[in-house]
């Protein structure tokens, strides 16, 4: 299996512009998770899927953000409009199932907002 | 609420010197937990697990670690550090029993000096 796949690996945009991050999760995997880490803040869970179907956004920052699943092979965070305090690497995890407690992640999207 | 405290956000060792990364935990009911080794630029990838077997866990790389419920701790050791192990290490914790929250440790650099 080729992992969990994100597109960008890196994105530089300038505050305002809209950002969309891409993942693949494994097949299978009935979770997926959207992580941002920062220096400051160290790893955060932003959002989570279960079966496509958002279950819990509460870290999500603001409305500014936003997450798909249209289907089980594909997920979107999408970022509009972007801000410097944006600027993080932000992966995407997935897990095959409730009774894993182990997750599995892509290699990172690099955000730089100027 | 489940948590994870890792204690030093730095250590540097020598090459062929005993490693020691430190965690402890929070959890109202019995948890699972784990480590994870992030290197440059890339995800996280799982080191070890713990999911109520056996207290002394062995992963990869040749580290373990050992719960020890009396003292709430999951430290993280291998016996002789080398190069290829500067990396971070990320302590986690996620509640047994199906809840999905995987909560990080604010991480542990670890540096490994010829």
């Known amino acids: 299996d080729a992992g969990v796949i994100q597109s960008p690996r890196h994105e530089v945009t300038e505050m305002g512009q809209e950002v969309t991050l891409r993942c693949k999760p494994i097949s299978g995997h009935d979770y997926l998770f959207w992580y941002r880490q920062t220096m400051m803040r160290g790893l955060e869970l932003l959002i989570y899927f279960n079966n496509n179907v958002p279950i819990d956004d509460s870290g999500m920052p603001e409305d500014r953000f936003s997450a798909k699943m249209p289907n089980a092979s594909f997920s979107t965070l999408k970022i509009q409009p972007s801000e410097p305090r944006d600027s993080a690497v932000y992966f995407c995890?997935?897990?095959?199932?409730?009774?894993?407690?182990?997750?599995?992640f892509g290699e990172g999207s690099r955000l730089t907002v100027l | 609420a489940q948590s994870v405290t890792q204690l030093g956000s730095h250590v540097s060792v020598s090459e062929g010197a005993l490693v020691l990364l430190r965690c402890n935990y929070s959890s109202s009911v019995p948890p699972y937990l784990f480590w994870y080794v992030q290197y440059p630029n890339q995800g996280l990838q799982l080191l070890l697990k713990?999911?109520?077997?056996?207290?002394l866990v062995k992963g990869i790389n040749g580290f373990e670690a050992e719960f020890k419920k009396s003292e709430t701790s999951f430290h993280l050791t291998k016996p002789s550090a080398h190069m290829s192990d500067a990396a971070e290490y990320f302590c986690?914790?996620?509640?047994?029993?199906?809840?999905?929250?995987?909560?990080f440790g604010a991480g542990t650099r670890l540096a490994v000096h010829p």
């Open positions: 713990y999911t109520s077997a056996a207290t």
């Open positions: 986690a914790v996620i509640r047994s029993g199906g809840y999905n929250k995987l909560i």
């Open positions: 995890a997935t897990r095959p199932d409730v009774n894993t407690g182990e997750l599995f």
